[in-house]
């Protein structure tokens, strides 16, 4: 349907200076005001965006939605669980140290391997249902040659995790993929870690960091398994990562974000 004369999109008219940004993006801009508080209408999308991202956060971490979202992305690398220390969300929430180690007893086979993959619920586990699939396929299909070990599945988990969930699996990097701490317009986004030569201690300066991985929203899997195998390859070469290993890949293309 063709919109009235002297309409923008679905936000109010065209001399509106505002209209062009609100169109372009999904923060909360230029809300107006009614008296001297939020118009209705934008009270009650922050509310509802405020409970979107609370659930976000408790949404119970499901194994078997991710293996079967795994297997429809055609990857077809074993899945094991660990769980950390926490031993539920509200544990997990108030002591973040204890999200950042195994639970007492955990196994995990021993070998040699170029790279490990970590699949952290972290504060969105909706992220890792929703795009941790489609990543790790885009990242898979980019990396020929390498040495991948099982993908691990960790529940309350913080990204210092994949420190010594790496190091038990022999991996020379480790890539934690973990849903981040959700915003008003961002409950699915999903960031990924990376660390060479990963053991407890190391420090959050020893890591790269590739955040919003959320299409149509954010970065698309092909956009950040470029990016990160890019770092990969470099950080192979380097024999390190963090503040010595440098993105230097080429700007994102206009219109993303």
């Known amino acids: ?4 004369e002297g309409h923008v999109g679905h936000h109010g ?6 209209s062009l940004l609100r169109n372009a993006t999904r923060a909360r801009v230029a809300l107006g005001r009614a008296g001297d508080g939020l118009p209705t209408a934008r009270e009650l999308e922050f509310r509802a965006a405020h409970a979107v991202a609370r659930d976000a956060v408790h949404t119970p971490l499901d ?3 991710v293996r079967a979202a795994l297997a429809d992305a055609g990857v077809d ?3 094991l669980e660990v769980h950390s220390q926490a031993p539920d969300r509200e544990t997990y929430l108030q002591r973040p140290d204890l999200g950042r180690r195994p639970a007492d007893g955990t196994r995990l086979p021993a070998g040699e391997h170029d790279l490990a993959l970590v699949l952290a619920d972290g504060l969105s586990p909706r992220a890792v249902h929703e795009h941790a699939a489609g990543t790790v396929a885009a990242v898979l299909e980019r990396l020929p040659g390498w040495s991948v070990a ?3 599945l ?3 988990a913080r990204v210092a995790l994949g420190d010594p969930v790496g190091e038990a699996l022999g991996a020379r990097i480790v890539v934690v993929l973990v849903g981040e701490r959700p915003g008003l317009s961002s409950a699915d986004s999903l ?3 990376l660390t060479h030569d990963p053991r407890p201690g190391r420090a959050d300066s020893e ?3 590739i955040s919003n991985v959320r299409p149509p929203h954010g970065l698309s899997y092909a956009q950040a398994a470029d990016t990160l195998v890019a770092l990969l390859q470099a950080s192979r070469r380097l024999g390190a990562s963090g503040v010595v290993l440098k993105d230097e890949g080429a700007a994102l293309p206009p219109g993303v974000g």
């Open 154 to 156: 960790a529940h309350q």
């Open 191 to 193: 960031g990924l870690y």
């Open 13 to 18: 008219p065209a001399d509106d200076p505002w």
């Open 63 to 65: 194994a078997d939605r």
């Open 77 to 79: 690398l074993p899945l």
């Open 207 to 209: 890591r790269n960091c």
């Open 150 to 152: 099982p993908l691990v």
């Open 1 to 4: 349907m063709t919109a009235p």
